[in-house]
């Protein structure tokens, strides 16, 4: 059976392995409603929830214009989804109504489990499809964030230095892939991975867990994204 999702209802995904639960709250205060894709950094594993990149956002967004504010996000995501995954919850799913703003960050989880680039340009593509539907035909209402570079992290100190670079290297093809399908669809892409490559430097940058990113880089995140959301909402009405 399809789950209903109204608007009006905040749908929030709790950290978990394989199946994701959910808690609820009345979202219906803002103009622009936004749905947030993704895995475990739009979940922000590891840190406290007020914390998240998404919730960072919509809260940084106050400050501007009343009609540019956006809902608290709803939040379809699980820490160990590929895009596929994501793409087949999306289908167990029924919207009411489109979608404002969507936000997907996603394909680490592809990455690691050594997914070829053809099958990641495949599967992305056909989220991307999915997603634009979601805002009623409107790609300029969808952005898309980068895969952090996870082996300049604590946790991937466990590999050696060639390990680390093909590592790093990898990324930088998903990352390609990413940027040119969010591009030829004519939505929004936003690259973060420079910011996540600063753990190196500063460790107040990565959570407590020595793999995920701390609360002050989704700051650095949210400040990297927040003129291209403005962009969104301003011109693709």
Not at 56 to 83: C, V
Not at 150 to 162: G, N
Request: glycine share 4%; net charge neutral.
């Amino acid at each position: 059976m399809k789950r209903r999702v109204l608007f009006g209802i905040m749908t929030l995904v709790l950290v978990a392995c394989v199946t994701p639960s959910f808690t609820i709250k009345d979202a219906a205060s803002h103009k622009n409603t936004y749905l947030a894709l993704g895995d475990a950094y739009t979940l922000g594993d590891g840190i406290d929830e007020h914390e998240r990149w998404p919730i960072l956002l919509e809260n940084s967004l106050r400050k501007h214009d009343a009609h540019l504010h956006i809902n608290y996000p709803i939040f379809i995501a699980n820490k160990s989804w590929t895009i596929n995954e994501l793409s087949k919850r999306l289908d167990e799913e029924e919207f009411d109504k489109h979608y404002d703003l969507i936000s997907i960050q996603i394909g680490v989880n592809d990455e690691y489990k050594k997914h070829s680039i053809a099958q990641f340009t495949t599967d992305f593509r056909a989220l991307l499809a999915k997603v634009e539907k979601l805002t009623g035909g409107r790609p300029g209402r969808v952005f898309v964030i980068s895969i952090p570079d996870w082996s300049a992290t604590p946790f991937a100190k466990r590999h050696d230095s060639a390990a680390l670079e093909a590592m790093a290297e990898n990324i930088s093809k998903f990352n390609n892939v990413l940027k040119k399908e969010t591009i030829a669809a004519k939505g929004h892409y936003v690259d973060i991975t420079d910011i996540s490559k600063k753990v190196t430097k500063d460790p107040t940058l990565i959570s407590a867990d020595g793999l995920h990113p701390s609360g002050a880089q989704y700051k650095l995140w949210v400040e990297r994204m927040e003129p291209t959301v403005l962009t969104a909402l301003h011109t693709h009405r």
